[in-house]
């Protein structure tokens, strides 16, 4: 089991920047940390499909959408159980519900099966 709990959404005017995190808990990650198994980052506009914007494997290799390339940074502190997801540059298109979401620790970035409830980010043009 993983709870995972956002934070660090609201409302920045076009150009600006934010930080999400979220902070993994449970027994799939009290132990292990959120390093052993695939953090990501999706969100979800409204009349929109669900999609991807960063995620971090187990090893520690990234991939983002081609629309956050340059503008977005994931990065994780096992530490903390927390993953975070740098957003500069924002444009009003990144106005979206931002959900953090972990990946069972045997496979890679699919099949994600925990979520969050979600951070919501509105970009003001």
């Known amino acids: 089991q993983v709870q995972l709990v956002e934070s660090g959404g609201g409302s920045v005017q076009a150009g600006g920047s934010l930080r999400l995190s979220c902070t993994a808990s449970?027994?799939?990650?009290?132990?292990?940390?959120?390093?052993?198994?695939?953090m990501a980052w999706f969100r979800q506009a409204p009349g929109k499909e669900r999609e991807r914007v960063a995620n971090?494997?187990?090893?520690?290799?990234?991939n983002y959408a081609d629309d956050v390339k340059g503008r977005a940074t994931i990065s994780r502190d096992n530490a903390k159980n927390m993953v975070s997801l740098q957003m500069n540059s924002l444009k009003s298109e990144d106005t979206a519900m931002y959900y953090c979401?972990?990946?069972?620790?045997?496979?890679?970035?699919?099949?994600?099966?925990?979520w969050g409830q979600g951070t919501q980010v509105t970009v003001s043009s």
């Open positions: 449970g027994y799939g990650v009290s132990t292990s940390g959120v390093s052993s198994r695939c």
């Open positions: 971090i494997d187990k090893g520690g290799s990234i």
């Open positions: 979401a972990t990946a069972p620790p045997w496979g890679g970035c699919r099949g994600f099966n925990y």
